[in-house]
T-cell receptor
Framework: GIQVEQSPPDLILQEGANSTLRCNFS?????LQWFHQNPWGQLINLFY???GTKQNGRLSATTVATERYSLLYISSSQTTDSGVYFC??????????FGTGTRLLVSP | EPEVTQTPSHQVTQMGQEVILRCVPI?????FYWYRQILGQKVEFLVS????????KSEIFDDQFSVERPDGSNFTLKIRSTKLEDSAMYFC??????????????FGSGTRLTVV
């Protein structure tokens, strides 16, 4: 099955810093989503981005489908950005395959 | 924005007991899913459901598990005889307003199941 790898596994930032999270996948995908899992365990959908670039406030994402990777950019990080960021992909077989996540801690 | 609603948010059950986790997917979605996440691990696919039948299931989804759409709005996951290793966060999700998954998946807030 498809492999989804995320890097880095852990990231510690000072408030105000910028960061880039990466997701590599091993096969063509129909769908790619970025999620933020908050400290209460909820999965918050950040982006639906099978290709191209999207921006939402301080967050933006780019997927280069032909090269099988996606990037999530967080600018001017805040403590509320802490949590785990998951990339998940769907190859068209009615299921999302999740990466192992990047655990982000933003300190004041 | 439309939401997927899950109840209960937390459930504690004794080993060997049956549990039913409930979900109300987004009303015009056609595909429904259950995923689980063991504490500290990644989110894993359990089962997908379309047109009132299972369309795909993982190796985790054995005979102890079943899903049902008992009416036009609810989608349930039943675990017949819970084991300690069933302790996890269970997420319901829904997607799609037509052929193909062109709109992404929306996840509920999860049910944290603890088996004691």
């Amino acid at each position: 099955g498809i492999q989804v790898e995320q890097s880095p596994p852990d990231l510690i930032l000072q408030e105000g810093a910028n960061s880039t999270l990466r997701c590599n996948f091993s096969d063509s995908v129909n769908n790619l989503q970025w999620f933020h899992q908050n400290p209460w365990g909820q999965l918050i959908n950040l982006f639906y981005i099978p290709s191209g670039t999207k921006q939402n406030g301080r967050l933006s994402a780019t997927t280069v489908a032909t090269e099988r990777y996606s990037l999530l950019y967080i600018s001017s990080s805040q403590t509320t950005d802490s949590g785990v960021y998951f990339c998940a992909v769907d190859t068209g077989f009615q299921k999302l395959v999740f990466g192992t996540g990047t655990r982000l801690l933003v300190s004041p | 924005e439309p939401e997927v609603t899950q109840t209960p948010s937390h459930q504690v059950t004794q080993m060997g007991q049956e549990v039913i986790l409930r979900c109300v997917p987004i009303s015009n979605h056609l595909y429904f899913y259950w995923y689980r996440q063991i504490l500290g691990q990644k989110v894993e696919f359990l089962v997908s459901f379309y047109n009132n039948e299972i369309s795909e299931k993982s190796e985790i989804f054995d005979d102890q598990f079943s899903v049902e759409r008992p009416d036009g709005s609810n989608f349930t996951l039943k675990i017949r005889s819970t084991k300690l290793e069933d302790s996890a966060m269970y997420f319901c999700a829904s997607s799609g307003t037509g052929v193909g998954l062109n709109y992404g998946y929306t996840f509920g807030s999860g049910t944290r199941l603890t088996v004691v």
